[in-house]
């Protein structure tokens, strides 16, 4: 009986003890969750950096420390591009062009934009730990680089394939718009594929992209060469203003990367407009007010074809009628005409069309004098 006694204290104490063990390991578990990730601390044999485009994050909510990770990834792409970007000032800075001597940045945080989006496509969460004594989250996003590799290589080469295609019809077409769109359009298409191009670097543990056919400046310098020859637009501005005014249109649209003068002759496009500003009474014993008016269209001066038109009108007041004429005329000079000089462009590099002639209630009367609303003593300016 002893012996007997004895071999169950023998069979029964290590079984007790692993059942012990057992339950601990389990409270671990449930008390204190899973253990601390080796990745926390930077260092992971499952996710090497060999393999993986790490971003980490920590916040005290889940989804907000997986907002972090995420973004970690995103500013390592954004930091890449950015530092591209003076390889392709050509097409997005116009500066120093003009009297008024300013710069525009055009596409880069559109560009940026765009490519970071398509990267995070490829960007997943890994994993997640949340510390109990912290009561903190964690969050690992990741690219498996290979994968990311083989995703933008495929955007690369569509782009290419765009780009060549938009070349090929800039350099076989006689019409002169269509080139211009074509080249417009290839080169934006270049700087996008470079934007892809930086991604590249990043995603390869070689920090090495894949070269385009073509470089941004000569394509850009291809389509400012031709504007200067073949795209030349002609403006004249009549009425009220019409000098300051006419040197206001023409820096604008010098600035949006277009050739100007004020001859029609050697000119392909003719922006023609009349401007009006006149004083009106509307009864306030403090301010005096101004009305204003403008009507502008596109012709193509061979065909004498209207192309599009713009009008717009508004009304300022200030505390003379000389100071309230001098504030329309700031807005026409500094409002509309950017934003008549954008259409323009964007209508020239096939980006949106110009309104069409539709009357508009902000256009000039059609008579010599501008109507006198609701029968004040008007007089032009």
């Known amino acids: ?183 417009r359009r290839a080169a934006k298409n270049l700087v996008l594929r470079e934007a892809f191009n930086a991604d590249l670097r990043v995603i390869r543990s070689s920090g090495q992209g894949t070269p385009a056919a073509y470089r941004v400046n000569e394509l850009t310098n291809e389509l400012d060469q031709f504007l200067s020859t073949n795209l030349v637009l002609a403006v004249e501005v009549a009425g009220d203003h019409a000098e300051p005014i006419q040197r206001s249109l023409m820096e604008g649209l010098i600035r949006e990367g277009l050739h100007v003068a004020t001859q029609q002759a050697g000119s392909e496009l003719l922006v023609r407009g009349t401007v009006h500003v006149w004083s009106i009474d509307v009864r306030d014993p403090q301010f005096k007010y101004v009305r204003w008016c403008s009507d502008f269209d596109v012709v193509e001066i061979a065909t004498r074809r209207v192309v599009g038109a713009m009008s717009r009108g508004g009304k300022e007041g200030h505390l003379s009628d000389r100071e309230a004429a001098g504030k329309a005329l700031r807005v026409i000079q500094q409002e509309f005409s950017a934003d008549l000089a954008k259409a323009i462009a964007s209508h020239v590099f096939g980006e949106a069309s110009l309104p069409g002639q539709a009357p508009s209630p902000a256009g000039c009367p059609r008579e010599s004098t501008p109507a006198n609303p609701a029968g004040s003593s008007a007089r032009p300016f």
């Open 1 to 183: 009986m002893r012996a007997l006694a004895s071999l169950r204290r023998e069979v029964l104490l290590p079984l007790g003890m692993l059942l012990i063990a057992g339950v601990a390991l389990s409270s671990c578990t449930w008390f204190g969750g899973k253990a601390k990730p080796a990745w926390v601390d930077g260092a992971s044999a499952e996710y090497s950096p060999a393999q993986y485009l790490l971003g980490e994050g920590q916040a005290s909510s889940k989804s907000a420390a997986s907002d972090q990770a995420y973004a970690a990834v995103s500013r390592i792409f954004k930091a890449e591009v950015a530092a591209q970007a003076k390889d392709w000032e050509s097409y997005l800075l116009v500066e120093n062009r003009g009297a008024t001597n300013t710069e525009r940045r055009l596409t880069l945080d559109q560009v940026t934009n765009v490519s970071t989006d398509k990267v995070l496509e490829n960007v997943k969460i890994l994993d997640t730990w949340y510390d109990r004594h912290q009561r903190m989250h964690y969050a690992l996003a990741g690219m498996h680089r290979g994968q990311g590799e083989a995703a933008m290589m495929d955007k690369m080469r569509e782009l290419d394939r765009t780009i060549e295609a938009d070349l090929l019809e800039a350099r076989q077409t006689a019409d002169k718009l269509a080139k211009v769109r074509d080249l």
